[in-house]
């Protein structure tokens, strides 16, 4: 039986850190003065060798795995192609990731997509490029599983029931959540975790990805790019998320809170071995926070 708290986690969120929020003074709705965090956001912009790629608006931790793992999402970082260094200078806000090979990021600055959601995002290229002779590996995923999970993460200590206004994404196996990356943008949250696997050699094979966001277009085709085969989430879908995870053969569950959740694609892998009414409901702070975020 696996106990809760941050100590489950390989890299767990840190609230108190200095840095990711600040306290700000105002009113409430009584007029009385209140005081409450209010998460920071700061622009770092990523550079590729030495062409300038994105600025990304993010809360600050873990740059490195960010500009890796934004690389690798994008599609800029060929196969085999080696990363030798990665340098962040927190004056400049700047993070240069530096490789052996040649790379494709000329062609692919030509065509953006302006992403849905808050934090707006930005994809460069074609967005289903490299979807269409992916094959996610055939994996299972028991009810149990996400029933503990979603009991697990929703009491770990975290910027989001800190001081809302911030999405979080976790990459667990079977009924144990391993990493946990939040940031302003849902998108940055999963590069960050993206950045990480790279970094660590680690595959998607045997994973889950839980986040608070929304299951649009977006999180889909990064979740199929990292080769993790579920995804999972507290908040509802896209049409066109729907359309993509079925093409790619990924399990989609969404609307996940307590009990009680919606698998709109790839329904094969799930295996029901819980009973939805023995599972704990959602309680009240986090549906709170949820509907601030």
């Known amino acids: 039986m696996l106990r809760d708290g941050p100590h489950l986690y390989l890299i767990a969120p840190d609230p108190e850190r200095q840095g990711l929020t600040r306290r700000v003074s105002g009113i409430d709705e009584n007029g009385t003065a209140s005081e409450i965090a209010v998460v920071e956001e700061r622009p770092l912009t990523i550079f590729l060798n030495g062409q300038e790629i994105v600025t990304a608006m993010t809360i600050g931790d873990y740059p490195e795995y ?26 400049l806000e700047t993070v240069v990731v530096r490789t052996d ?5 000329e062609e692919k600055l030509r065509k953006k997509t302006r992403t849905s959601g808050c934090a707006v995002g930005t994809v460069f290229g074609d967005m289903m490029e490299g979807l269409e002779a992916l094959t996610l590996p055939k994996s299972e ?14 009491r770990t200590p975290s910027l989001y029931l800190e001081a809302g206004a911030i999405h979080g994404t976790v990459l667990c196996q079977e009924d144990r959540p391993l990493v946990y990356m939040e940031d302003v943008g849902r998108h940055n949250a999963v590069d960050k975790i993206a950045g990480w696997m790279v970094s660590e050699g680690v595959s998607g ?30 908040s509802g ?8 995870a079925q093409q790619v053969g990924l399990t989609l569950i969404g609307r996940m809170r307590g009990r009680r959740f919606h698998c709109l694609s790839g329904e094969e892998r799930l295996i ?19 509907a601030e975020a």
Not at 76 to 81: F, I, V, Y
Not at 272 to 290: F, M, N, Q, T
């Open 66 to 91: 960010l500009a890796l793992g934004f690389l690798k999402n994008q599609g800029m970082l060929a196969p085999g192609e080696a990363v030798t260094g990665i340098d962040y200078d927190d004056e």
């Open 101 to 105: 090979g040649t790379t494709t990021y």
């Open 141 to 154: 995923v028991r009810t149990s599983w996400l029933y503990a999970l979603s009991n697990i993460i929703n």
């Open 205 to 234: 094979a045997d994973k889950i990805l839980y986040t608070t966001g929304r299951l649009t277009s977006e999180m889909v085709i990064k979740c199929a790019h990292m080769g993790i085969p579920v995804l999972a989430s507290r």
């Open 237 to 244: 879908f896209t049409a066109w998320g729907v359309d993509i």
């Open 272 to 290: 029901r071995d819980a009973d939805p009414s023995a599972a704990a409901d959602e309680d009240r702070r986090h549906r709170r926070k949820g």
